[in-house]
């Protein structure tokens, strides 16, 4: 690990309000990278808003191409309406929402992690377009990060996009969304009987899908580790090759299930609560879930404080964790 990397972040420390990612990153010995700073906000932008997420990018390149494949349609017996209402109440990010400061920051989030996916073969990752998002403990956003990244991406042209709800002890995302939803993921593993197709939700959002959880078992762990889950994995990461899949997971330190899960996916958005979240939480929830390479930080929470830091200050310490 370069030196000189690392001596920079001690520097920071050393001068005072370094953020939570710098501090996780020197104690963990993970180089952090200086983000590329968008253009400042325009005279009269709202300011921040608690729900904020600032980021800071890992190098990525100023813009990714289209992703030019072969559209597929994926098969799903049930279409549902998603509450956008609801979602803008909860200050999430809607087809409609105005350019703001939140739909500027999860661009930013998402460039990265599309070009992990998609990008040129000495950029891709392996299994790059499955994602979990996850955090250390509850509370942290994980879930509204994982909905936002989703709307987000379906925005783009050409990119289908797989919404599942795998926190299995607490399952929001049909609420959150605002429909109701009884079986799931859980189902389909346990059930060879049952197709996707059965439980998969298209919304009203072209190219956006949503998988719930399904029912509560006590043995969810054992069925993400089972060779049916890995069988399943595989299906959904190419069968579509212009399909992103997001796992809204379970907290770290609450479950065994995001360890599991971390062993299926390419890539890791790990949520960070701002002035909240210790530094020695971070390290032991990574230790976790460093069977998949590469692991973004993401600080949510974060107060404006008035400086010269806008959005963009705080995304990821890099891949290969």
Not at 38 to 54: F, L
Not at 182 to 210: H, W
Not at 311 to 316: E, K, L, N, R
């Amino acid at each position: 690990m370069p030196g000189d990397l690392i001596g920079r972040a001690m520097e920071r420390l050393q001068q005072g309000k370094p953020s939570l990612v710098e501090r996780a990153a020197a104690k963990l010995g993970v180089e952090t990278q200086p983000a590329e700073r968008p253009a400042e906000p325009a005279a009269g932008a709202p300011p921040a808003q608690r729900n904020g997420v600032h980021v800071q990018e890992t190098a990525a390149p100023a813009s990714v191409p289209p992703i030019e494949v072969p559209k597929v349609v994926p098969r799903s017996r049930r279409s549902v309406k998603i509450d956008w209402g609801g979602l803008q109440l909860q200050g999430m990010i809607t087809p409609n929402s105005s350019a703001s400061r939140l739909t500027e920051e999860f661009r930013i989030i998402k460039r990265p992690l599309i070009t992990r996916a998609f990008g040129d073969p000495a950029e891709r990752v392996e299994r790059g377009n499955l994602i979990m998002v996850t955090s250390a403990r509850p509370e942290e956003g994980k879930t509204f990060v994982a909905i936002n990244l989703a709307i987000s991406m379906a925005s783009e042209r050409g990119l289908n996009v797989l919404l599942i709800d795998s926190d299995f002890h607490h399952p929001s995302l049909p609420e959150r969304l605002g429909f109701s939803a009884e079986l799931g993921l859980i189902d389909v593993l346990s059930d060879r009987k049952l197709d996707l197709s059965e439980v998969l939700l298209r919304t009203d959002l072209p190219n956006f899908a949503v998988l719930p959880a399904g029912s509560t078992t006590p043995e969810t762990t054992e069925i993400l580790a089972s060779q049916r889950m890995a069988a399943f994995v595989d299906e959904v990461s190419r069968r579509y090759p212009d399909r992103v899949v997001i796992f809204d997971a379970p907290p770290v330190l609450a479950s065994s299930e995001p360890s599991v899960l971390a062993g299926h996916v390419g890539q890791i958005v790990f949520v960070i609560e701002a002035e909240s979240t210790s530094a020695t939480v971070v390290q032991d929830a990574l230790g976790l879930i460093s069977n998949c390479p590469n692991i973004s930080l993401l600080l949510n929470k974060r107060q404006s404080d008035g400086t010269t830091e806008g959005f963009g200050s705080y995304y990821g310490y890099g891949a290969g964790t």
